[in-house]
């Protein structure tokens, strides 16, 4: 596995411009998705299964979580 900083991250379109935001670098990794604090690109990032970052994905689309 590459460094975190070795990957090329995208914020959350979600954002807003507001500086609670999440960055992803998805299909990087084989099976994984990892997900930073986009305040702190220098830390630690945590891998999600991609099937579970998907249905994460969609709670949030379909308002579930909250």
Known sequence: M???T????????YSGGNSNCVETAA????????VRDSKNPTGPALCFP?????????AVKAGTVG
Do not use: D, M, N
């Open 27 to 34: 299909g990087q990794l084989v099976g994984r998705t990892p």
């Open 50 to 58: 991609e099937p579970s970052w998907g249905a994460f994905l969609g």
């Open 6 to 13: 070795s990957l090329t991250w995208t914020k959350s379109s």
């Open 2 to 4: 590459g460094t975190a």
